[in-house]
């Protein structure tokens, strides 16, 4: 075992159990890749199980399909295989886009793809194998002992995997806690998964995305307001508020009162988790959750910050004391119990995980069935097919890229539907919808 994933035991006499401490000390090498850099090629005359051995055994189930680890036959190397079903053009192209953008994310703080495979009802993405399972899995666990020093290495790994994705000119545009796991169980290295939702990015592009998971997204994104690398950068103050302090500062009742939270951007460190939690690290997050995306820091700057900076002496920060995990615990319970849109009482899933078929996988799916006939009444047929193209059937209902006259028709979108729906929700609640 290499320092970088060095682990140091604690006996505790009261509870005669061993306790586990990440290891804070800073890594002195390059992490490793996991693999040489491969020029990867969907494969479409083959499949997966010609070249590699399925195992039974089980990494990850969702609406989206399913991830068993296998290996490779030629080198013998264990991987994970991602089995996505796909239903029409528009999700096969979802995935070939996956694939495309995992292909320019070569970081060792970014999944790495290995191999790829299509036929005709769906994709096998192979990836490396990650054993050290979700990072807020790990840190909420009671023989793991999360100081804010600790907190302070893995969010300054994210940046350093955002910052790479963002000089690649793609963004994420899903990160939470779940698309975080961890290296190792003992180590302190982790990796950023999950790139169904990332988009190629450029300044000069109007992006604007209608997904997301509520209490993550950024105001523009509820607001049909341009995206941008900034966009990214909210998701990391969220992850880092809830990581700090195991309170979600905008998780409302319902998807709308959480959605007013974010709209309204107004949050405090005036819960008593935050008493433990140095300056620094409140200033890190101040300096992130910002309405207006250009006050944001970027990726390069968070880096820069006085909290991430490696140069800066931790101990006299009074980062060595722990923080409590009893919101933690209770954050992450109230995130399983909460009835997300693609969580699957069925075989058990949990919650936030993509399903393949859903691409976009949120918009008000508790209001948006009383809006949707205003759509259809107020906008011509004739025009909405040729400026958008509107997938029925589905628990929301998503914008494609089939545009030519976008600029006329994504306002009268946003006013008639977006607006509409949301107004619903508030109202049920006694709150107001700042237009």
């Known amino acids: ?18 306790k586990v401490k990440v290891d804070e000390s800073e890594p002195t090498s390059v992490d490793e890749p996991p693999f040489h850099c491969r020029d990867i090629k969907l494969k479409r005359s083959k499949w997966v199980t010609d070249e590699y051995d399925i195992t039974e055994f089980l990494l990850g189930r969702g609406k989206f399909g399913e991830v068993k680890k296998c290996k490779e036959r030629r080198t013998g190397r264990y991987l ?9 053009q528009q999700e096969r192209d979802d995935v070939r886009n996956e694939v495309e953008v995992m292909k320019s994310l070569q970081h060792p703080r970014l999944l790495q793809l290995y191999d790829a495979f299509e036929n005709k009802d769906s994709f096998c993405l192979v990836t490396e194998l990650i054993s050290g399972g979700e990072l807020f899995e790990r840190v909420i666990s009671d023989d793991f002992i999360l100081s804010e020093k600790a907190c302070v290495m893995f969010m300054r790994q994210i940046c350093e995997g955002v910052a790479f994705m963002h000089s690649q000119n793609v963004l994420h545009l899903d990160l939470k806690p779940e698309n975080i796991l961890c290296l190792t169980r003992e180590g302190n290295r982790i990796k950023i998964i999950d790139f169904g939702l990332a988009r190629k990015y450029s300044p000069s592009d109007d992006l604007r995305i209608l997904f997301g998971t509520p209490e993550f997204m950024a105001p523009e994104v509820v607001n049909f307001d341009p995206a941008s690398n900034a966009t990214d950068m909210w998701s990391i103050g969220v992850i880092c508020y809830v990581l700090l302090s195991g309170l979600s500062p905008f998780l409302g009742e319902n998807e709308p009162e959480t959605l007013v939270n974010v709209t ?3 949050w405090d460190f005036s819960a008593e988790e935050f008493d433990t939690v140095s300056q620094d690290g409140k200033n890190f997050i101040t300096a992130l959750l910002q309405k207006n995306p250009k006050h944001r820091m970027t990726s390069q700057e968070c880096l820069d910050h006085r909290w991430l900076r490696r140069s800066v002496k931790r ?22 119990s909460c009835k997300c849109y693609a969580c699957s009482k069925e075989n058990g899933s949990k919650p936030y995980i993509k399903r393949k078929k859903d691409r976009i996988p949120f918009l008000f799916n508790s209001v948006i069935k009383q809006t949707k006939f205003n759509f259809y009444n107020q906008i011509d047929k004739k025009i909405i097919q040729n400026d958008f193209y509107l997938k029925r059937n589905q628990p929301t209902y998503r914008v494609l890229d089939k545009r030519t006259n976008v600029d006329i028709l994504k306002d009268l979108f946003y006013t008639v539907v977006y607006r509409s729906a949301f107004a619903i929700g508030c109202n049920a609640h006694g709150k107001l919808f700042e237009t």
């Open 1 to 18: 075992m290499t320092d970088i994933h060095r682990c140091v035991e604690i006996r505790s006499n009261k509870m005669n159990s061993t």
């Open 80 to 88: 994970a295989a991602k089995f996505i079903e796909v239903n029409g």
């Open 315 to 336: 101990e006299s920060m009074g980062l060595e004391r722990s923080l409590s995990k009893k919101r933690l615990r209770r954050f992450k319970k109230m995130a399983e």
């Open 264 to 266: 309204s951007a107004t």
